[in-house]
């Protein structure tokens, strides 16, 4: 999605945080689940939260993503998890649903991937790359570094061009 001027769409300040900060917040939401011996429902999870954020921010630039959808099935299978945890099913019923919620969790991020990749190469034309194994195993904290990435990137584009502008 562009801007009235035609250029696309600025990256919300939060989206342009550094990904350590994702770390600092999941420590600080374990240190306090730990201290209080309370277990939210997963979907209260800052992961979970801060990748629906993003999946929300890329379907609002760009319709044809379905990232969104898939982040709010892995929610979805994280109320079933905890229905099936409450009702005490068998273990194998357990590890079957673990099994499912996994692989949607992975699926979901192989859907932001290329959402996120066509949105900042034909749109942005950023040209991003993204690794495919990084995606499997970082997901959400690795898209943060790259919303932050090309946010720093932008600000020093547009930095040189105030500069040349100002000669």
Not at 42 to 47: E, H, R, S, T
Not at 68 to 92: E, K, N, S, T
Not at 96 to 116: C, K, P, Q, W, Y
Request: glycine letters at 4%.
């Amino acid at each position: 999605m562009k801007d009235n001027s035609g250029n696309p769409a600025a990256i919300p300040w939060f989206l342009t945080l550094s990904w350590w900060w994702f770390v600092v917040a999941a420590s600080i939401q374990s240190v306090l689940l730990s201290t209080f011996h309370k277990t939210p429902p997963a979907i209260l999870n800052v992961g979970f939260l801060w990748s629906l954020a993003q999946a929300v921010w890329l379907l609002k630039v760009d319709r044809r993503s379905q990232a969104l959808y898939w982040r709010v099935a892995v929610g979805l299978m994280d109320l079933l998890m905890m229905h099936v945890q409450i009702l005490h099913r068998p273990l194998h019923i357990l590890i079957i649903s673990a099994l499912i919620e996994l692989s949607v969790v992975i699926a979901g991020n192989f859907v932001f991937r290329r959402d996120m990749l066509r949105y900042f190469n034909e749109v942005d034309e950023t040209g991003l790359t993204l690794s495919p194994w990084m995606t499997v195993f970082f997901g959400t904290i690795y898209f943060q570094y790259h919303f932050n990435e090309i946010a720093e990137f932008k600000m020093q584009q547009s930095l040189k061009f105030s500069l040349s502008q100002s000669k």
